[in-house]
Each structure stands twice: as C-alpha cells, then as structure tokens.
C-alpha cells in the first residue's frame, strides 16, 4: 500500500494513508467494511443516492427525538469516518462521475445482490477500464455463484442460513436469533481484512483483482464444531444456554448478581481455574468434592454447579466481584449495559 508522501490526503497517519475508498454498500456490512478501512487512516468516500437513500437513515434512534434522515444515530454509527457523495446513478452523467471518482480510488465496495453492481454500469469489467489495478471487494450473502447466489438477506438470514441461530437458545427450547444482526458487522470487519489482502497483493505484482466475498461462509466459521460433529459423529446441535458450545468447560455462563439487574460471566475452561474459584469462594463443601477436580467431572455435573455458583455471586457487587475473580486468575467480567460501557475508565 505504498503511497509516496503528500500524493493523497488521509483520514490520518494510519497504515492506510493515502489509499482511497469509493463505498457503493449500504445497510451495515458494507458501511462497516468501509469504516473499518477508516480507522486506519484510508480516505472513503460513501456513495448513495437521495432517491433512494440508505436503509440506516430511516432507523431509529433519532438524535434529540427528531425523526430525520441525517439525525439518524444507527446511520451515524454505521459510517463514522466517511466522507458523503450523493448520486442518481440512473442518469448518464452522474455514472460517468462515479467512474471519474473510481479512477482516483483504490478499493470499491459494493454489498448488493449478483449482478446489481453490474447493471448499474459499474461491474468490476467496466472499473478496471477506469483504473485498471482497482481492488473490487464485493460481499454478497451466498458469493457470486452457486445454487443459493440470488437469496435475499439481513443480518438475521445469515446467522439462519448457517446454522448459527440453532445453537442459541435454551436446551429443548426453539432456537433464539441472534441479537442485533451480529453477521453485519462482523462481516464487515471481516471484510475489511480481505480488503487488506488484495492491497498488500497489488503491491506485491501491481495488479488489482476482484474480491468474491461470502458473508454466508465467514459466518460458517462459528459453526465449525457443529459441522465437524455432525459430519463425523452424525449428531446435531442444538440450543445449549449459556453452556460452552462444546462442552470444553464449567462452569460457563452468566450469574446473577447483587442490586437490579446485575449480572457476572464465568467462564473456567482448565482445572488450575478451577481451583482459583474456589479458593475465592473460601472453599465451600460443595465445591471441594473430588468429581469436581477435573474438567470431565465438573461437565459432568454443570447444572448442579451453575445453580451453586448462582447463590454465591448473588451476594457480591458486580464489578467488586469480577475483579476478585480475576485476582484468582479466572475469566470474570460484569455484564455491562450500554450506559456502563461508555462511562468506563477504559473506554
């Protein structure tokens, strides 16, 4: 991504000063793409059109309560970092200005469904007339080929088409989507790192290449136990709470705490863990038994041990009590709401 110094301006002093971005995606996979590439100091530019504009400008919440399509806060959250160009790219002159704006890019992004990009007059064959070492990266659901190439999909889609929202849920229970259509972001961020490749690819031979990004398949690699469990053992996954999604620990989950809805995650994946909870917890009978000393036995006996660890910390601050844990040397954080987050010292 060498770029000779003062060729371009940057968003920064990042390792992408200097690399140009044209942003053609829209809703959230696309836009995260873009704005992680941002974050590291490229140049990007989001393109959308006033006839129809991005989905993200209609959702709320509202800045100061006014329903307006540039007060949108999910639309502010989505495309932190870039800069805003808007064109109706059904009229000719307006198509030939995005492909003078894709000569001065590097890197295109587009999260439309196969072929959209292209009947816009803006496939990847007519950019590279414009710039002919350009990085396309498109992020269609399913890729640009095979049987499942034309399906319709959000973030929730994605995490169903998968397999993923089988494994939420309580045991026995229907499966629970997973929240905030957590494929978006982590597709984009995802995304962003094939971006990188590409680049680090051009300066190596000079060529650019089209990036044929799957946000089907990049989300398939959180169902990987499940997949392999099944192909192997013939079981099926299925909703397992908040126990380890392959039994590698216990106890794992989330405990209730003192005051109104507060909350601990424990998370104790070895045996020398273990025995740093329960030397916090002062030892207590039920914990020092010898089934309990090897992770085998304590799976074994997880429900038993989930409903004694939920007495305990139900007597302990949140935050007073996963700062104890860590002193012990096991996985504990307070389950932090919004409002904590952002008042956090370390945030």
Not at 30 to 54: N, W
Not at 235 to 241: D, E, F, H, L, Q
Request: negative net charge; aromatic residues 8%.
């Amino acid at each position: 991504m060498a770029v000779a110094p003062g060729d371009r301006g940057s968003q920064g002093n990042g390792p992408l000063a200097g690399i140009r971005v044209a942003n053609f995606g829209w809703v959230w996979a696309g836009p995260v793409t873009g704005q992680t590439l941002s974050f590291m100091g490229a140049e990007v530019y989001k393109i959308e059109s006033r006839t129809r504009i991005d989905l993200t400008r209609t959702l709320p919440p509202f800045g100061e309560g006014i329903r307006d399509p540039n007060r949108s806060l999910s639309n502010h959250a989505c495309w932190a970092g870039n800069g805003s160009i808007t064109l109706n790219l059904k009229k000719p002159e307006a198509l030939e200005l995005a492909k003078q704006l894709v000569a001065e890019c590097d890197v295109v992004i587009e999260n439309f469904g196969p072929g959209v990009i292209n009947n816009m007059g803006l496939g990847y064959e007519e950019l590279v007339r414009a710039k002919s070492d350009i990085v396309m990266f498109s992020m269609p659901a399913a890729g640009l080929y095979g049987p499942l190439r034309d399906v319709r999909t959000y973030g929730l889609s994605l995490t169903s088409i998968t397999g993923l929202d089988s494994l939420v849920g309580y045991r026995g229970g229907p499966p629970i989507p997973v929240e905030n259509a957590f494929s978006d972001p982590y597709n984009g961020i995802m995304g962003a790192f094939a971006v990188l490749t590409a680049l680090f690819h051009r300066d190596r031979t000079g060529k650019g290449q089209h990036i044929d990004y799957s946000q089907a398949e990049a989300v398939m690699q959180m169902v990987g136990p499940a997949y392999m469990d099944y192909t192997l053992n013939g079981r099926v996954a299925g909703p397992m709470g908040n126990a380890h999604p392959v039994a590698a620990g216990a106890p794992h989950g989330v405990f209730p705490c003192k005051g109104d809805d507060r909350w601990i995650s424990v998370a104790v994946m070895t045996d020398e863990e273990w025995r740093g909870l329960v030397e916090a917890m002062n030892k207590p009978d039920w914990a020092t038994v010898d089934t309990y000393a090897t992770a085998a036995g304590r799976i074994a006996d997880a429900d038993a041990i989930h409903a004694q660890l939920a007495d305990w910390t139900a007597g302990f601050d949140d935050r007073g009590l996963a700062d104890t844990l860590q002193r012990a040397g096991v996985a504990a954080a307070p389950v932090l709401n919004v409002g904590d987050l952002l008042d956090d010292p370390h945030y």
